[in-house]
């Protein structure tokens, strides 16, 4: 039996192919397939690419004669989030799976998989959006997930806003101007700063495009921009603000626990690594512990179908 883990996020789709012993056998990446950036004719088109090259390469790689060729566990962002939403995933998933095994979950249900190895705990995402989940004795609780243009505070979008804000500060001289002044206007190529002004109303609603910025807060900061520097700690709030409403909502309704609650944390804002994990453990509660991911996110999806398939 091979098992394929589907990572669909608002940057990327990850399409992870393992083996029965959760051995990575390979590995392709295609572009997001988030509904609200390419419709959900897009959402197909690219998880259909995605199976079809899972398939061919599992049918190669199996040597199990009448095997099931493959199982198939979809983490994507978006899932869970309003009804329509949700039933127009679903019968794209499965259109796309047909009788093969499959399970469909958030990306941050995926991620807390992943990155606990399926133990009670809380797992933060930040990538282009940014959500946390916590589960407890079978029991689960989200927070944040409230889109780009109302939240997804310390992600990448609010990142790539942050920096954009902090440039107009310091070109205007209400903050002290350094290394983020000048990686605005190369990353954007302008030469007056006001041309940022029409950047923004060309791409501010393009998530991708200001979520892209988000790597200048971080060679920012390392080459110790205090602005940026100050993004950073703000980011590692929110993270911990979620964090922190699901230990209180989740995990102290019955008075407070015993042992530390394992945090762990996925996506591509965490590239910044000390520069955001530091503030972060900093940030969180005490009764909280900041712990590495156990596993690659694509795998979470997997774990969960293997254990729904065996009843566990």
């Known amino acids: 039996m091979m098992w394929l883990g589907v990572d669909g996020g608002g940057t990327k789709t990850a399409f992870s192919l393992y083996d029965d012993d959760i051995t990575l056998v390979d590995r392709l990446v295609l572009g997001t397939c988030h509904y609200a950036q390419v419709g959900f004719d897009g959402m197909e088109r690219v998880l259909s690419e995605g199976v079809c090259w ?5 049918a190669h790689t ?24 949700s039933r127009r995933m679903d019968e794209v998933v499965e259109r796309i799976a047909g009788a093969r095994p499959h399970l469909l979950v958030n990306d941050v249900e995926a991620a807390w998989a992943a990155g606990l190895d399926c133990a009670d705990g809380i797992a ?9 989940l916590g589960v407890r004795q079978g029991e689960s609780m989200r927070c944040g997930g409230w889109d780009y243009e109302l939240g997804d505070e310390g992600s990448g979008g609010w990142l ?15 903050d002290a101007r350094g290394a983020l002044y000048t990686l605005v ?12 002004i029409r950047w923004a109303q060309r791409h501010y609603a393009e998530r991708s495009s200001v979520s892209a910025l988000a790597p200048i807060v971080t060679d920012a900061a390392r080459a110790g921009d205090i602005s940026a520097l100050t993004i950073l700690e703000c980011a590692a709030r929110e993270e911990a603000d979620m964090v922190d409403a699901i230990v209180r909502g989740l995990f102290h309704r019955s008075g407070p626990q015993s042992a530390p609650i394992p945090v762990t944390y996925v996506g591509g804002t965490f590239a910044a690594g000390d520069l955001l994990l530091e503030p972060l453990a900093r940030a969180l509660g005490p009764g909280c512990r900041l712990v590495a991911p156990a596993h690659e996110p694509d795998l979470g999806p997997v774990l969960l179908l293997k254990n729904k ?4």
């Open 185 to 196: 206007r190369e990353r954007l190529g302008i030469d007056d700063d006001f041309d940022v």
């Open 124 to 132: 933060i995402i930040s990538g282009t959006g940014s959500i946390a």
């Open 160 to 174: 790539g806003k942050e920096a954009l804000r902090a440039f107009t500060r310091q070109a205007d001289g209400r």
């Open 62 to 85: 199996c040597i199990e004669p009448g095997a099931p060729s493959m199982g198939i566990g979809f983490a994507l962002c978006g899932y869970g989030e309003g009804a329509d939403v």
């Open 54 to 58: 899972g398939l061919d390469r599992a």
């Open 309 to 312: 398939t065996r009843g566990i």
